[in-house]
């Protein structure tokens, strides 16, 4: 005689579902609150005044930070004057900035005029 043998079913695992969900991250502030301005000079000698305070800084490519600042704009008055031979050059530049942000004053060339 033969023996049959006798085929179990295969065991079935239930898995509970996840409970829980994906959240997307928060929106990205910026890592500081303070703003970058670039100060540019034909003359790495030239003295620069921020809001008529003598900066230290020398060089013709400068970077300054502002304190930190709440949302919004805000404008500093950066003045630069260097020596071009006998002559003293003395040119200002009103410059807006926002947290977060770089502006750049570049005094290597003449202001361009308002808009009138």
Known sequence: ????????????????????YYAPPAPVTPISQSASIRVLVPDAKAKVWFDGTLTKQTGTDRNFHTPELAAGTY????????????????????????????????FRSEPVPAPK
């Open 75 to 106: 404008t500093y008055r950066i003045r630069a004057a260097w020596g071009e031979g006998a002559a003293e050059t003395i040119q200002e530049r009103v410059v807006s900035v926002q947290p977060g942000q770089t502006s750049i004053a570049d």
């Open 1 to 20: 005689m033969r023996r049959r043998s006798i085929t179990r079913p295969p065991s079935v695992t239930y898995v509970q579902p996840a409970t829980y």
